[in-house]
């Protein structure tokens, strides 16, 4: 059996303040679970999101009732399709293994204030 798992949460951050004029929605936990069973792919989807008040409940409902289905439909499609397309485009490039700006600067922020901690691994 194989197993995936995707889950989040939203996170303020410094590198990446609110803006006057944006309303963000806030996911106390969402993502996806997948396994491998004898009949197929199990898929769940978890989500605990507020839209910050700005979309009546009743619409959100109803779409989360409508357009998750398109989602997990479109996801099983363009994830069977996915080898033979990445085969012809750029099969080497991999973009999600390369941090963003804001990501590289906290990975060298955390980096800097954590050396000390990686030189006292070394001597245990």
Not at 19 to 24: A, N
Request: proline share 4%.
């Amino acid at each position: 059996m194989t197993e995936f798992i995707i889950f989040n949460f939203s996170h303020k951050h410094p590198l990446v303040p609110e803006k006057s004029g944006f309303v963000r929605a806030w996911s106390y936990k969402s993502g996806y679970y997948m396994k491998t069973t004898e009949k197929g792919t199990m898929f769940y989807y978890f989500g605990w999101n507020s839209w910050n008040g700005w979309i009546p409940a009743w619409c959100v409902n109803k779409a989360t009732k409508t357009m998750v289905g398109g989602v997990i439909d479109s996801l099983m499609k363009q994830s069977a399709a996915y080898e033979e397309w990445k085969s012809k485009n750029k099969p080497e490039d991999r973009p999600w293994l390369r941090l963003n700006d804001w990501q590289r600067k906290e990975k060298e922020e955390y980096d800097a204030k954590h050396a000390g901690d990686k030189k006292e691994e070394k001597k245990e």
